[in-house]
């Protein structure tokens, strides 16, 4: 089956998408928090509702709070967690609601109403803060770097470690850097679209 | 503050972030199953935890689903969803587990793991569906299409017309199309670094 062409170029698909890959290893290259602000500043635009923007992202930057945080990495996340260039906790916060007078001005009252329905804003902040995390994903690959996001961890000793007295909630750890050689296994099976998309 | 430029070049970053938008109203220009088979094409290959890939794609093209969707819609969501080209019900299959001999062949045994891990197994499909719901949503973006996804609907309602006998939760419910005049509102702020990334 021929598929129709995208209007995105080939060498973009491929940087973000088909020769993309997960690293596990790095080389030394240093990665700045001002190289994490530039994929911010463009990621920044990808949708979320009503604009909500529940995504936190606090970088691992100083050795410190780096043995601060391999404890809560489960065993086969701790090494390469420990060697990346610099490590990005992504958190959902849910009280991301505060900042709805400003981000949603044209439905005031919002704020107040989902102030007493916490349930509601958590499982709101993790279902963005996921399209988020995305979104993030996407964009480190777009300045060039690679991502290696890691689900395996403690996330309420990571929580109690770096958010605390916040609402925030780890959902995603990524190392981020350059890759070293062979830093990353075969590329796994994806689904057939046949397995995945229904048409009714 | 000037920020380190992306490896990306500027007409990708318009396309997929910057000059992209929500699309509200669409003009008749149809889209076809095989544009969302492309889309699928480029971003099955963005990353899951385990290669787990839960997200689960329902493109409603017919006129009779489309009827059997809207009164599952929330009332300001149904006329645009009535007049979209195509709309897609993006879902969460927590039943992602009876594929992971196959694409996460490396870890014999997980499968038979999950299966008594039903709560688990939900969490992990939310959140992994999130990150595909976000690649999605560029890969609509790639393919030169424009979004409109919406999360203003009953979730339960639409599962029980569309995924019964599954366990597939709809998370996003998206439009998708070519834009008609005056398709968006004006773009809406977004928060400022500072108040997303945090350095330790």
Redesign the interface.
């Known amino acids: 089956?021929t598929?129709?062409?995208?209007?995105?170029?080939q060498a973009?698909?491929d940087?973000?998408?088909?020769q993309?890959r997960?690293a596990n290893t790095f080389t030394d290259e240093p990665v700045?928090?001002?190289?994490?602000?530039?994929?911010?500043?463009?990621?920044?635009?990808?949708?979320t509702?009503m604009?909500s923007?529940p995504?936190?992202?606090?970088?691992?930057?100083?050795a410190e709070?780096r043995e601060r945080l391999l404890p809560h990495m489960a065993e086969g996340n701790r090494a390469k967690t420990a060697k990346a260039p610099l490590v990005a906790i992504l958190a959902a916060d849910a009280d991301f609601h505060e900042?709805l007078p400003?981000?949603?001005?044209h439905a005031p009252g919002i704020r107040d109403m989902l102030h007493g329905q916490e349930d509601s804003r958590t499982s709101?902040a993790?279902?963005?803060?996921?399209?988020?995390?995305?979104?993030f994903?996407?964009g480190v690959?777009?300045?060039?770097l690679y991502?290696g996001?890691m689900?395996g961890f403690d996330g309420a000793g990571i929580d109690a470690e770096?958010h605390t007295g916040t609402s925030k909630k780890t959902?995603?750890v990524v190392n981020i850097g350059h890759p070293a050689e062979d830093s990353w296994f075969d590329r796994?099976?994806?689904?057939d679209?046949a397995?995945?998309?229904?048409?009714?």
Do not use: C
């Open positions: 089956m598929l129709p062409d995208l209007a995105l170029p973009a698909q940087l973000l998408f088909r993309a997960t700045t928090p001002d190289e994490i602000r530039a994929v911010y500043d463009l990621v920044k635009f990808g949708p509702a604009n923007q995504l936190r992202i606090t970088l691992v930057e100083t709070a900042n400003t981000v949603f001005p709101m993790a279902l963005n803060s996921g399209l988020q995390i995305g979104y994903i996407i690959r777009a300045a060039g991502a996001p689900t770096f959902l995603v796994l099976p994806r689904l679209d397995d995945v998309i229904t048409v009714v």
